[in-house]
């Protein structure tokens, strides 16, 4: 299909984080309003991409100045990245009007700044998840660590300071083994484009240079994403930046980077040689991402500190989609997929939640949860409801993914996968009772619920984990199976 | 012993391009002023940087510039044109590292301000003391 919308997700919040960038020398009240018609020229693009893919089911390509692919930069929208990006411009949407309330009380002079940085950052995600180009890939990915470094930064303290800082030593680790990767692919294919380089590769599977550039690539999107024994820049970079930007980094960044885990895997190199040629190595990442389901739930466990146990319920949602999309069956890869919009839906609510508590009360610690519910009762029944769905109680969306999951681990009869997942439920359930507990088994002093402009987008999101859940078959049957059936055959 | 001999010599800036980067790394994870892993950083990136450079390089071959001129079109022959596409790529790299450096040591200026020192170790101890 020969159209603009592919273009415009990507260009639109581009041109107007200079756009917002000169117009704060002038009249800073309207950088919020450039910065969110931005955001909904991008939103109602991306889903009009997914409308079409839907509707006419092929696949939406876009030739960068015109030139073709193999040699030129292409566009190329698929049903797994179709269904990632109207998510990611959703979430993006709706945390700048929660955040505005925030931004001009913490940040009076630098508000500007923020949208600038804020905009580039989702410019880089949609970019990273729309492109077809390996290196175009890797260019976007930088503009997303250097916003989310700067960001994080604009924590204030001297820790997240230092937090951001490590996760830069980490990021450019990471990255460069990404880089490293896609050079050692193109010394062997000469090309660089995605579908150009599945064609090729095929026939040099046996070659140990591929071997190499895989290795190093996953490698680098480990590092990136915070797979378990990676995972150590994530807690302090999520915990110490202000609480708008955690809300959209902590979603988003993560599970865009499981989407290029997925996209490299079976749209780059293929399943006959990631499950073919490389057999026996999908049992080891299994066995690690059980490992990291249960670390991070243990280690959620140990902390007082509400920040830090989000922290850690992610580093153990990474685990079900790493595991999920290297069980190398149909069902764990659909479980995989619809736990990376679930899981950014339920990321970001969870998110607001607390952020919405985080706001009012100015206190981070589970016993100063007291009093919640009685206090902030709309802020507790988003609580509620993303504490249920992270649980996977049916029916909120959590249940769905976890339930393909465990299907698929089942099918490839990896039994310690299976049952991190399910103990995994458990430690949440614990952990959500736990905040239950505090806040509801004490009395409320006063009313104070947090303001509207955070409240509503909280409930939209808790309502979409409810109209998701509900909607999980035809999503499954329309648009992830169709990816399934390519990648799986 | 002959064979990896060999096998060095003839793959000389891969082994290179290896040790810079080691060297790199190392200075990321043993080094403890900060602006020393930065530097070291930055090393560790260049290493990538020659890499991805003598990757389109061969010999006996000139610039990618067609010799003859634009009304004369003759056979080309790849073999004696440089493949410039990682040398450009390499241009969007640099950018990168750059930029990377530059928000890095930003970054770095305002923990010097915050902790009076840009010592690791005396600033997790200034951590721990305060906690």
């Known amino acids: 299909m020969e159209t603009l919308y592919p273009a415009l997700t990507v260009i639109t919040p581009l041109i107007f984080a200079f756009v917002v960038g000169i117009v704060s020398w002038i009249n800073k009240k309207i950088c919020f309003w450039l910065a969110l018609l931005s955001l909904i020229v991008a939103f109602i693009s991306s889903l009009k991409i997914l409308f079409y893919i839907t509707t006419t089911s092929s696949i939406v390509q876009y030739k960068l100045g015109g030139w073709p692919p193999p040699i030129g930069i292409e566009y190329r929208i698929d049903w797994l990245n179709g269904l990632i990006l109207p998510i990611i411009s959703f979430v993006a949407l709706l945390n700048l009007i929660a955040s505005k309330r925030f931004m001009e009380k913490e940040f009076k002079e630098k508000e500007s700044f923020f949208y600038i940085l804020y905009l580039l950052f989702t410019t880089g995600l949609l970019g990273v998840v729309i492109t077809g180009d390996l290196f175009n890939l890797y260019v976007l990915l930088e503009i997303t660590s250097l916003t989310a470094y700067s960001m994080i930064a604009m924590g204030g303290t001297g820790r997240s300071y230092l937090a951001s800082l490590n996760y830069l030593f980490l990021g450019v680790i990471g990255a460069s083994f990404y880089l490293l990767g896609v050079g050692y692919v193109y010394i062997k294919t000469g090309s660089l484009n995605m579908v150009d380089v599945f064609r090729i590769l095929p026939h040099i599977y046996n070659s140990e240079t591929v071997l190499v550039g895989f290795i190093f690539c996953m490698v680098g999107v480990w590092i990136k994403m915070g797979l378990f024994p990676l995972h150590t820049w994530l807690p302090n970079a999520y915990t110490f930046s202000p609480i708008s930007v955690s809300r959209i980094i902590a979603p988003l960044m993560t599970k865009v980077m499981i989407y290029v885990m997925i996209r490299v895997m079976f749209s780059v190199f293929g399943r006959w040689y990631v499950l073919g040629r490389l057999y026996g190595v999908n049992e080891f990442v299994v066995l690690l991402a059980s490992c990291a389901i249960i670390v991070g739930g243990i280690l959620a466990l140990s902390q007082r500190d509400i920040r830090k146990v989000l922290c850690y319920i992610i580093v153990s949602e990474i685990g079900y989609m790493v595991g999920g999309a290297w069980l190398g069956n149909p069902n764990g890869l659909i479980g995989a997929i619809l736990h990376i919009l679930n899981d950014m839906l339920m990321t970001f609510c969870l998110f607001l939640a607390f952020g919405n508590v985080f706001y009012t009360r100015k206190k981070t610690k589970i016993e100063d949860l007291k009093g919640l519910f009685g206090e902030m009762p709309y802020t507790s029944a988003g609580l509620v409801l993303v504490g249920l769905s992270i649980i996977g109680i049916p029916p909120t969306c959590g249940f769905f993914s976890k339930w393909y999951l465990i299907l698929g681990a089942l099918q490839a009869k990896d039994h310690f996968f299976a049952v991190s997942l399910i103990l995994s439920s458990l430690i949440n359930v614990i952990l959500f009772f736990r905040f239950f507990e505090v806040g509801l088994f004490s009395k409320a002093s006063y009313k104070k619920e947090a303001p509207v402009s955070m409240i509503v987008p909280l409930f939209i999101v808790s309502l979409m984990l409810i109209v998701v859940g509900i909607c999980s078959g035809s999503i499954v049957n329309k648009i992830i199976n169709e990816f399934v059936l390519v990648a799986l055959g | ?131």
């Open chain 2, 1 to 131: 012993m002959e064979k990896i001999l060999d096998e060095v010599a003839t793959k000389y800036n891969y082994w290179i391009y290896i040790f810079i980067m080691m060297i790199g790394f190392y200075g990321m994870i043993g080094k403890n002023n900060l602006i020393k892993k930065l530097a070291a950083m930055n090393i560790f990136q260049t290493a990538i940087i020659l890499f991805y450079v003598s990757m389109g390089y061969k010999k006996n071959a000139t610039i990618p510039i067609i010799k003859t001129t634009h009304d004369v079109i003759t056979k080309i022959n790849p073999q004696e044109y440089m493949n410039p596409l990682p040398h450009v790529l390499m241009l969007t790299a640099i950018v990168v590292s750059v930029s990377t450096f530059g928000v890095a040591l930003a970054i770095a200026i305002k923990i010097y301000q915050h902790y009076n020192t840009l010592e690791e170790d005396e600033i997790l101890s200034n951590i721990k003391e305060k906690d």
